[in-house]
Nanobody
Framework: QVQLIESGGGLVQAGGSLRLSCAAS????????MGWFRQAPGKEREFVAAITWSAFSTVYADSVKGRFTISRDNAKNTVLLQMNSLKPEDTAVYYC??????????????????WGQGTQVTVSS
């Protein structure tokens, strides 16, 4: 079992930055690929970024590439999402996700093993 708790969301002006944090419980955290998804009102949940269990590889949605950075610290059971140059279209609830095996943009939401409760990010224009 893995429990995920996100923090760090909030209100920021366009062009600003936020850093989201995901704290995971469970001794098997390091065996999971970790990622972030987001869901805006009236839209489906979408992939944002993911990182392999070893942190060797990362992948990003085209919409955030070059602006967001995902990282993890297996010793502290945490995953971070640094978000820079935020845009109003980044406004959404952001969810931390864990999956045994790969986590990629092509992996559907129902194949994610664990979800956090979500944290709201609002970017004003």
């Amino acid at each position: 079992q893995v429990q995920l708790i996100e923090s760090g969301g909030g209100l920021v002006q366009a062009g600003g930055s936020l850093r989201l944090s995901c704290a995971a419980s469970g001794r098997t955290f390091s065996s999971y690929a970790m990622g972030w998804f987001r869901q805006a009102p009236g839209k489906e949940r979408e992939f944002v970024a993911a990182i392999t269990w070893s942190a060797f590889s990362t992948v990003y949605a085209d919409s955030v590439k070059g602006r967001f950075t995902i990282s993890r610290d297996n010793a502290k059971n945490t995953v971070l999402l640094q978000m820079n140059s935020l845009k109003p279209e980044d406004t959404a609830v952001y969810y931390c996700a864990a999956r045994r095996g790969l986590l990629r943009p092509t992996v559907p939401s129902y194949e994610v093993d664990y979800w956090g409760q979500g944290t709201q990010v609002t970017v004003s224009s």
